[in-house]
């Protein structure tokens, strides 16, 4: 058996577990977590995922002995359908329950009314200040705040991103240009933007791509032929910035990783839930990929690294944005509906330095216990 929270943190939920807890062997660890969620199998009926890659992730959690750091977290992509967990990236959604955990856990010491819990991401190996809501010793997480894709209110929870800058190449420009262009199997010529804050992203035009911007995830999803587009793209750009040898591996061995975002200058469009979203309230439309699917909302980390892009002059996403983006309140247009992120960001000597990106988030523990695993794993 082993110990769970079973926890929601932004629009994504999934096992919230105590690092030691599992096997020290790495393989077995991966094992066992892959039986928890049911994987592989498309509808992960054997186990907990909800045959989502949202409800797919896996938080790994410990007390850390860094003294910039209170705890140590690390975060993982379980696949749906192959036996594979991807470690290569950050999850800010699952981040947002990281601190409620901690103090629940008694793995920090609960200060009210917030108590500031500093994380130190392995995947990524940045510090993240989590500002925790606190009542009675406990997280509270019952409050007035709301985000997109996630029904009703719940306490703000503000998650402070320091020194994002190239979490996976060492550059917030992975290729010190601010565009490049790609050549695509049908000897296209495409015009990329690459960006690496939190985790390295590729920003593309929506009209580059035939779309308008304003696509719903049935819509791109049902798209056979934009899907492998949008993984072809991925892997020249893996390839050229280093995360894989072989452009062709990189659905196999880095499936979350680049990000692929594409954009569209801010205009009115229907969200998923039928409500308006109006031109006004955003910065952009962009939409982003989740493990080969179109997000239903969008990945906070992948929000960091497109709110800092729309901050640098001459990337595609700071063309395409606003001019109210500027100021550095970046408010992106997703399928669900927006998502405000704060950026603070440096030119020094014409080099950009990213201090920090924050936003806010709500989590909530749906429930706690023991999972039962076969005992030959363990």
């Not at 929506?206 to 696509?215: H, V």
């Not at 992120?341 to 429930?367: C, D, P, Q, W, Y």
Request: glycine residues 8%; aromatic residues 6%; contains cysteine.
């Amino acid at each position: 058996m082993v110990k769970i929270v079973y926890q929601r943190g932004g629009t994504s939920k999934g096992a919230y577990i105590l690092d030691n807890e599992l096997p020290k062997d790495k393989l077995k660890r991966d094992k066992v977590i892959l039986s928890i969620y049911g994987s592989p199998d498309i509808r992960q009926i054997d186990g907990i995922g909800g045959a989502d890659s949202l409800s797919s992730k896996v938080a790994l959690i410990k007390r850390s002995t860094r003294i910039d750091a209170d705890i140590e977290y690390t975060f993982g992509q379980v696949s749906i359908d192959k036996p594979f967990i991807d470690y290569n990236s950050n999850c800010g959604n699952i981040l947002a329950g990281v601190g409620p955990f901690a103090v629940d856990e008694g793995l920090v010491p609960a200060v009210e009314p917030i108590t500031k819990v500093r994380i130190y991401n392995t995947n990524t190996k940045k510090i993240i200040v989590a500002e925790v809501p606190v009542e009675n010793g406990k997280f509270k997480s019952e409050g007035d705040f709301s985000i997109a894709g996630v029904p009703g209110t719940g306490a703000k929870i503000v998650l402070n991103f320091k020194d994002t800058a190239g979490s996976k190449t060492g550059k917030l420009l992975p290729t010190e240009n601010v565009t490049d262009w790609i050549e695509l199997k049908n000897g296209k010529n495409l015009e990329v933007s690459i960006v690496d804050a939190t985790t390295p992203a590729i920003f593309v035009r929506a009209s580059d791509l035939g779309l308008t911007g304003k696509e719903l995830p049935d819509q791109v999803n049902s798209n056979v032929e934009l899907l492998e587009l949008l993984e072809e793209i991925r892997g020249i750009v893996g390839e050229k910035i280093g995360l894989i040898e072989n452009k062709e591996e990189i659905t196999e061995k880095s499936p979350a990783i680049p990000k692929i975002v594409f954009l569209a200058t801010s205009s009115n469009y229907v969200d998923v839930n039928g409500e308006e979203i109006m031109s006004e309230e955003i910065s952009f439309i962009a939409r982003t990929m989740s493990m080969q699917k179109m997000h239903k909302a969008f990945a906070v980390t992948g929000g960091i690294c497109t709110s800092a892009a729309a901050i640098i002059p001459g990337t595609i996403v700071n063309q395409l944005a606003n001019s109210k983006t500027i100021t550095g309140n970046v408010r992106i247009g997703h399928p669900s509906g927006t998502m405000e992120f704060n950026v603070k960001m440096e030119n020094k000597e014409g080099e950009f330095h990213l201090e920090n990106v924050s936003i806010a988030r709500t989590a909530r523990r749906i429930m706690e216990g023991f999972v039962h695993v076969p005992s030959s794993l363990m």
